[in-house]
């Protein structure tokens, strides 16, 4: 008689050595490898790379992924998935790049190296991206972020012990220490707190809602952005803020994204002194202080690099330091000055400047 156990499990390596394209000990097939990851009781780890282009990505697996140390320690606990989205992808199958495709919006990766540890259904727990220090500095880090799952489970378990709006609140607060952008993933969770608090006592659907909108009117922005109608994007804004009822904080926030576009689309079309004018009746007119006021010098500060005038914007971040040196924009703004010089003198000798060597790439997570 045939084994039936034994011929799914040597089905499941056949899968398994096939999609280990990535590397050594990586699997490139996401859904063998939640198979597998089940099968193991272990979680995922996915690295989501850009292997031919992306600096930081590079750097993470010279200095971690490829030691010995850092597959050994990771043996026992992780499944590794690699999803490689490279400028070459000549070799890489129809099927890999439709895969990789759809993960990539199902897990709204939004820059390179994106590491998430997932448990075996494919549920983000916690995310990261390069740490410096080498496979033993990485594994420390690991574990500080398996901890947010051991965490996520306790507070499950707790949470399935008590029933109607008090049931609610704790999954709601069991949520809040997910990864804010993949509670998708956590839909039976979601649809159940909607159930048993239907009068959203916690505000839980109220903020999903929120935040929704807000997406939709990402993308109608920049919708209007890429077809050269920026100059509707204010009004957009308007009506969100209008529809929502927006108040405090969360208003203040989407006033400064339209004044963002005023400038934006002020500078632009040539108009510095307009968009100058916008940033500095904005702060007088909202009595605008602290960081936040130094965030909003930096944009004037921004518009004044673009258009070369390097004087005025060494001006502005002597400004931006006096509001609080010690704040991270004013930190950032001391550290800049030195950039701001070369920049000018750059521009001033345009034959004796190297070109600019950025890393490839956005870099998402701790990079240099």
């Given at each position: 008689?045939?084994?039936?156990?034994?011929?799914?499990?040597?089905?499941?390596?056949?899968?398994?050595?096939?999609?280990?394209?990535?590397?050594?000990?990586?699997?490139?097939?996401?859904?063998?490898?939640?198979?597998?990851?089940?099968?193991?009781?272990?979680?995922?780890?996915?690295?989501f790379t850009g292997s031919d282009w992306c600096g930081w990505c590079i750097k993470l697996k010279d200095e971690v992924f490829k030691h010995d140390a850092f597959n050994k320690g990771v043996a026992d606990k992780y499944i590794l998935v690699e999803i490689d989205y490279p400028k070459d992808s000549s070799k890489m199958s129809d099927a890999t790049k439709k895969q990789n495709g759809e993960l990539k919006d199902t897990y709204k990766i939004q820059g390179y190296p994106t590491i998430m540890l997932m448990d075996a259904q494919g549920r983000p727990f916690a995310q990261t991206g390069y740490q410096k220090g080498g496979p033993e500095n990485y594994l420390t880090h690991l574990e500080t972020l398996q901890a947010q799952k051991t965490k996520r489970d306790k507070d499950l378990a707790a949470a399935d012990k008590l029933s109607g709006e008090e049931k609610a609140k704790a999954l709601v607060s069991v949520l809040k220490e997910l990864p804010e952008d993949q509670l998708t993933h956590y839909?039976?969770?979601?649809?159940?707190?909607?159930?048993?608090?239907?009068?959203?006592?916690?505000?839980?659907?109220?903020?999903?809602?929120?935040?929704?909108?807000?997406?939709?009117?990402?993308?109608?922005?920049?919708?209007?952005?890429?077809?050269?109608?920026?100059?509707?994007?204010?009004?957009?804004?308007?009506?969100?803020?209008?529809?929502?009822?927006?108040?405090?904080?969360?208003?203040?926030?989407?006033?400064?994204?339209?004044?963002?576009?005023?400038?934006?689309?002020?500078?632009?079309?040539?108009?510095?002194?307009?968009?100058?004018?916008?940033v500095d009746s904005y702060i007088s007119e909202n009595k605008t202080e602290g960081?936040?006021?130094?965030?909003?010098?930096?944009?004037?500060?921004?518009?004044?690099?673009?258009?070369?005038?390097?004087?005025?914007?060494?001006?502005?971040?002597?400004?931006?330091?006096?509001v609080d040196p010690e704040s991270k924009t004013g930190k950032f703004a001391e550290e800049f000055k030195p950039r701001l010089a070369k920049m000018k003198e750059a521009a001033a000798n345009p034959k004796k400047a190297n070109p600019a060597h950025g890393q490839p790439g956005h870099v998402h997570g701790n990079g240099e």
């Open positions: 008689m045939i084994n039936t156990t034994k011929l799914a499990g040597l089905a499941l390596a056949l899968t398994v050595s096939i999609a280990t394209a990535g590397g050594e000990g990586w699997m490139t097939d996401f859904a063998a490898a939640k198979k597998k990851a089940a099968a193991e009781k272990k979680d995922l780890l996915v690295d839909s039976a969770i979601t649809d159940e707190i909607t159930k048993l608090d239907p009068k959203d006592t916690s505000g839980f659907v109220k903020a999903q809602k929120l935040k929704d909108a807000r997406k939709k009117l990402e993308s109608d922005i920049g919708a209007a952005m890429q077809s050269g109608k920026g100059d509707t994007a204010p009004a957009l804004i308007d009506q969100f803020i209008k529809d929502n009822q927006l108040e405090g904080k969360e208003k203040q926030k989407m006033l400064e994204t339209k004044l963002q576009i005023e400038a934006g689309n002020a500078a632009r079309a040539g108009d510095t002194d307009k968009a100058l004018s916008l960081e936040d006021k130094q965030n909003l010098l930096g944009l004037k500060m921004g518009i004044l690099i673009n258009t070369k005038k390097f004087d005025d914007a060494a001006k502005v971040i002597d400004t931006i330091i006096a």
